[in-house]
Each structure stands twice: as C-alpha cells, then as structure tokens.
C-alpha cells in the first residue's frame, strides 16, 4: 500500500530523507504551476524554495490532510507573492503580443489561429487586470483543477471567500473577453 503525504511526513520528522518522495511526488505539478506564472527561469528556483519551506514546516504540518499538494501549492503560491511585478509584467507582455502577432501573420495561417491569439492576448490582460489573490484562485482552480476545498486549504482561507473570488474573476475575465462563455475562459487558460 502507498504511504499518504501525511504518513510520508510524519516519517520524514525522524528520517529527514523520506521527504524526497514528497518532492518526487509533487515537483513537476508545482513546478508546472510556477512556469505558467513567472516563466521557466524563475520556476526552477521556486520550485526549490517551495520544497526548502516545505521541509522547514514539515513539523507544522496537518497529518489530518493525507494529500500534501494544497498546501505546497499554498507556499509556492506565497512565493509568487514576492514576484507579482514580474508576474504582471509577463501577462502585461503577452497582452501586446497581439500586435506581434498581427505583423506575423501571413496568408496561410489559419483564421482560427489568429482569434485563438488574439484571444490569449486579452486573456493575459485580463488576468494582469485582476487583483492577486482573485488571480491566485482563479488560476488554481483552472490550471491546477483544485477543487474549492483545496484552494480554501492552499490559501488559509474559507471556501466562501474562494468562491466569491472565483466568482469576481470570472466575472472581470468574463468582461474583457467581452462577455465571453466562462467555459471557454477555463479552456483558454489551460490552453493559455
């Protein structure tokens, strides 16, 4: 039988090399995260600092939670905190990107290439658009598929303020998509 996060954890308190398998388990998810966030280069090193505080708190953890990924999401989420300039910067960049795109494009690309483009464009302004913590769940939700729960556990907040934040972003999104269905919001941003 697999050993849950938590059990793995709790061992890890007395065999501090047990906490690999955490990392193995979880490192290309969060890392995954991060680069879609910040960009590979940044991801990389903040994958490494999440696992680090992961192991540094490891004796805080909640062994009622058997699944560690809400709460590593949790921390790499509060690293990101310390680089939102670079974060609004990186969407504010793919928001003009649609004027590169437009002088890139040539006869033989296909209608459907474009408007999926120009629609990650505004997209990318949008999010840039939203505040941090609506984006922070917005985009666990969509890109990480967490489920509410999990968020509100990532976040140390309740699931009323994750829904109501969710709500709020959709609705801004929704907005500067020009009223577009919620669903294709969720398929650009995991195509995005």
Known sequence: MTPTDAEIIDRSRHEPDAFAAIFDRHAPHIRRYLARRLGTQVADDLVAETFLAAFDKRERYDQARPDAQPWLYGIATNLVGRH?????????????????????????????????????????????????????????????????????????????????RLNRARRKVRQALGGSNPTEIEELLNNG
């Open 84 to 164: 939102r300039r670079q974060e609004a910067r990186r969407y504010q960049a793919r928001s003009s990107d649609q004027s590169d795109a437009a002088e890139a494009d040539h006869a033989d690309r296909v209608a459907a290439e474009v408007t999926a483009q120009a629609m990650r464009s505004m997209l990318a302004g949008a999010l840039g658009g939203l505040s941090d913590e609506d984006r922070d769940v917005l985009l666990l939700v969509a890109w990480e598929q967490l489920a509410y729960e999990e968020v509100a556990a990532a976040l140390a907040i309740p699931v009323g303020t994750v829904r109501s």
